[in-house]
């Protein structure tokens, strides 16, 4: 899944593990998200929507995620 962690990570002057620290989960956790190698869970992204002031919907880019899970369901 598209989030815009990096982004709003590298804007807040933060490394990974720093955030890592602040919502409680390892580095690496951090680091696979940006890859978009794991999603995170609904905790998890309340607590970094917490850190950076935004919605639950713009950190997760859910309105593109959406779409884009739209057209492979089209497919099918």
């Given at each position: ?51 950076f ?16 899970e ?7």
């Open positions: 899944m598209k989030t815009r962690v990096k982004e709003l990570r590298t804007a807040a002057k933060m490394t990974q593990q720093q955030l890592a620290d602040m919502v409680h989960v390892s580095s690496r956790t951090i680091i696979s998200i940006e890859k978009e190698q794991y999603s995170p869970s609904l905790m998890l992204a309340y607590r970094m929507v917490e850190v002031d935004v919605t639950v919907e713009d950190l997760c880019c859910l309105k593109e995620n959406k779409e884009l739209d057209k492979q369901y089209e497919n099918l």
